[in-house]
C-alpha cells in the first residue's frame, strides 16, 4: 500500500491553470505559458504522503533550491523565470513559489552518488555493482567511492519505488546524444556541490536532479535541486564507514515510522498514522539546520 494518506484538494487561483499534484510540489501554468510550482509543507516516506506537514518545510526546499541554482549557473541553466508569486495567490505562497520555464521533461531520475549506501548499497552487496557498474572489493555503508558514479533511475508514479537502471538502458530510451549529456550534467553539478558542501562540513553523499528541453533543444536543470528531499547531507564530523550515517532529513520521521511508538507497520494494508508534535518539531529543525549550515545565513 502507497501514495496520499490524504490527497490534499489544489488551490484554484484566478489566470492559473491547476496541472498536477505531486507528492510534495503544486503545479500550474500561468496565462504567459510559464509553469507555477508551489512547494507545500508536505512529506512522504516510505512512498507514503503523510497526513502531517511540516511547517515551513516547502519554504526551505525553495529557498535553498534558489541557493543552489545560483551557484550552478555558470554549469548549466536552471529554469527559474522569478519568485514573485502571481496576482491573487494566498499570502501563504510566499517563498514557495518559483515560476519556470515550462520544459519537455526527460522521464530519468538523474541520480550521483559519491558514497555508498541506500539502494546502491543493496545491489553492491548483491554483486558489487551499482547500476551495472563493477566497484571495488571491500566498500561497505557510507564508504566514499573511489571517483562519483552516475546511477539513473527511471520515474515512478505516486507510491511506487524509482527502479535503478543500467546507462545503456536510459540510452535506448532517450537516445545516446541526450544520455551522455545527462551524465557529464549530473556529474559536474554533483562534482561542484560536493565540494560546496564540504567547505561548510557536509557530505553530499548521492543526490536526484532532473532536466528537460527548453523549446530550442537546450538542457536545462529543473525541479528542486540540492535538497533535504532530493540528496542525503551527512554532518562530516561524524561520517564513520560500516553503519548507517546520521543525516539531515526526515530520519527521525522514518526512525519514529518504524518504532514501536507509531503502532505502525510499514509492510501492511494501513496507512501511517499522524505524526506526533516532537517529531514534526524535530524534522523541522533538521531541514532548517541544513539550509542554514549550507548557506551559512540564519532562517527567517
Ligand atoms: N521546468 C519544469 N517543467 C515541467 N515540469 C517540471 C519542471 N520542473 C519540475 N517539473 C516536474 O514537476 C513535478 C514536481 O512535483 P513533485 O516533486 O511534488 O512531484 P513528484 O511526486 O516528485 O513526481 P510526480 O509529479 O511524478 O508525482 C515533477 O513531476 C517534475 O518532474
Ligand atoms: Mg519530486
Not at 558489487?128 to 566498500?139: D, F, K, S, Y
Not at 545516446?176 to 549529456?181: F, M, N
Amino acid at each position: 500500500m502507497s501514495g496520499f494518506v490524504e490527497k490534499p484538494e489544489p488551490l484554484q487561483v484566478p489566470g492559473l491553470v491547476h496541472l498536477h499534484t505531486g507528492k510534495v510540489r503544486e503545479l500550474y501554468r500561468n496565462e504567459a505559458g510559464d509553469l507555477v510550482m508551489v512547494a507545500s509543507d508536505r512529506l512522504s516516506a516510505y512512498d507514503w504522503v503523510l497526513p502531517t506537514e511540516i511547517p515551513d518545510k516547502g519554504r526551505v526546499l525553495t529557498q535553498l533550491s534558489l541557493w543552489w541554482f545560483d551557484r550552478l549557473a555558470d554549469l548549466i541553466p536552471h529554469h527559474v523565470i522569478s519568485t514573485e508569486p502571481p496576482e491573487g495567490a494566498p499570502d501563504d505562497w510566499a517563498g514557495r513559489t518559483l515560476v519556470c520555464k515550462s520544459l519537455r521533461m526527460i522521464p530519468v531520475e538523474c541520480v550521483a552518488r559519491g558514497y555508498l549506501t541506500g539502494s546502491g548499497l543493496v545491489e553492491y552487496r548483491e554483486n558489487r555493482t551499482v547500476c551495472g557498474l563493477a566497484l571495488p572489493e571491500g566498500l561497505t555503508d557510507g564508504s566514499e567511492l573511489p571517483a562519483p558514479i552516475f546511477t539513473p533511475a527511471t520515474k515512478a508514479a505516486v507510491g511506487e519505488h524509482d527502479e535503478n537502471v543500467s546507462y545503456e538502458e536510459v540510452a535506448r530510451q532517450v537516445g545516446a546524444e541526450t544520455a551522455a549529456q545527462l551524465r557529464q550534467s549530473t556529474l559536474a553539478v554533483y562534482s561542484r556541490a560536493r565540494d560546496v558542501a564540504r567547505d561548510r562540513g557536509i557530505i553530499l553523499a548521492d543526490t536526484k536532479f532532473e532536466f528537460g528541453h527548453d523549446e530550442d533543444g537546450g538542457l536545462v536543470l529543473a525541479d528542486e535541486v540540492l535538497t533535504p528531499d532530493s540528496s542525503r547531507f551527512w554532518p562530516a564530523s561524524e561520517w564513520q564507514p560500516g553503519r548507517a550515517q546520521p543525516s539531515y532529513d526526515k530520519q527521525y520521521v522514518r526512525n519514529w515510522l518504524t518504532s514501536p511508538a507509531s503502532g505502525w507497520d510499514r509492510h501492511g494494508e494501513q496507512p501511517p498514522p499522524p505524526l506526533p508534535q516532537e517529531v514534526v518539531d524535530a524534522t523541522r529543525a533538521k531541514y532548517i539546520e541544513a539550509y542554514e549550515l549550507l548557506t551559512g545565513t540564519a532562517w527567517s
